[in-house]
């Protein structure tokens, strides 16, 4: 059973565009949730994470945007560029940011110049 | 401040043949985690460990895998036999086990089973 439902599975955005990432998720308990960057070869690099106490947070040219009624979060990247292409995964954890990690199945982000 | 530091970073074995993969965390990160990545897919936990305690080991397949983390700092994952199915990144993570303690990833290992 996927916890964690992602969209798109790849993205495709033109340099200086908007990308933009959903989730859903199902269990009410999470209480935690991040997004992470991974290029090929790394390992899932921390972007930004939200705690459902507040609706938006925005770090940079990255904003989560949360709604909690809909049990759906979004990730925003402004002004996007070709450094940003890699795949993206969101996470959410009943424990904070301690606990077990449920990831999506990532995003594939291209920025064309 | 370095990273989570894991060893080898490539490893190609035939099926049966036993794996270990080595993990060096964060320092003074007292949690620590594995977890398996398929191709494509997002990770998924095998095993939380806070300091030399495994406190969540549900996801691990125990007839085949086994994972110790002597003295609440390195931390080894073994596979005895490998499967072909077993083929995937490990990666290992690690946290400092505050109340915000964010999950830092290393790079992973990545194994093939032939």
């Known amino acids: 059973q996927q916890q964690v439902k992602q969209s798109p599975q790849s993205l495709i955005v033109q340099k200086g565009g908007i990308s933009i990432i959903n989730c859903a998720y199902e269990n009410t308990a999470f209480d935690y949730f991040p997004w992470y960057q991974q290029f090929p070869g790394k390992g899932p690099a921390l972007l930004i994470a939200?705690?459902?106490?507040?609706s938006e947070k925005k770090e940079g040219r990255f904003t989560i945007s949360f709604n909690k009624s809909a049990k759906q979060f979004s990730l925003h990247i402004m002004d996007s560029q070709p450094g940003d292409s890699a795949t993206y995964f969101c996470a959410a954890s009943s424990r904070g940011s301690q606990g077990n990690l449920i990831f999506g199945k990532g995003t594939k982000l291209s920025v064309k110049p | 401040e370095a990273g989570v530091v894991q060893s080898p970073r490539y490893k190609i074995i035939e099926k049966k043949q036993p794996v270990a993969f080595w993990c060096n965390p964060i320092s003074g990160h007292n949690t620590l985690y594995w977890y398996l990545q398929n191709l494509g897919q997002g990770p998924e936990l095998l095993i939380r460990y806070e300091n030399e305690e495994a406190v969540d080991d549900s996801q691990l397949p125990k007839d085949r895998f086994s994972a110790e983390r002597l003295k609440g700092v390195d931390s080894t994952l073994k596979i005895q036999p490998a499967e072909l199915g077993d083929s995937a990144v490990y990666l290992c993570a690690s946290s400092s086990g505050t109340g915000k303690g964010e999950q830092y990833f290393g790079p992973g290992t990545r194994l093939t089973v032939t």
């Open positions: 939200i705690r459902p106490d507040v």
